[in-house]
């Protein structure tokens, strides 16, 4: 998969991820992603070599990081979870690619977008 090279430094790449939906009583798991997220939103690679979708901040409702989970296999996995367009979806990243100072990053870059999307309605 390919990310693009232009990103900012305070961006984040994990590999490994695997998406979780929530749509109408169903879950469906898709892994083997690849997750950028910085000052724009969330981009997912994969898991076919085309495809890619970006979410900005603006579409995530409720962004919120923290919540353990685990992957196939039982590997120990955080969760980023938000609503996008009324469904439930969670990133579950390997919490063997989160460093002290990729937590701060991402918590940083979950406050910015919580600030410019204001106080709920």
Avoid: K
């Avoid at 169903?26 to 910085?38: I, N, S």
């Avoid at 901040?57 to 196939?72: C, D, T």
């Avoid at 919490?95 to 990729?102: C, I, K, M, P, V």
Wanted: charged share 10%.
């Amino acid at each position: 998969m390919s990310v693009p090279d232009q990103r900012p430094s305070s961006a984040l790449v994990f590999d490994g991820v695997t998406l979780v939906l929530a749509t109408d009583g169903t879950t469906t798991a898709v892994p083997g992603l690849r997750m950028v997220v910085d000052a724009q939103g969330v981009t997912t690679y994969g898991p076919e070599p085309a495809s890619v979708r970006a979410v900005p901040w603006s579409l995530l409702a409720g962004p919120r990081f923290g919540e353990p989970g685990s992957l196939a296999g039982g590997v120990p996995a955080f969760g980023l979870t938000a609503v996008v367009a009324g469904r439930a979806v969670r990133w579950l990243v390997p919490a063997t690619q989160l460093s002290a100072d990729g937590v701060a990053t991402l918590n940083h870059l979950l406050r910015a977008a919580t600030a410019a999307a204001g106080p709920p309605a």
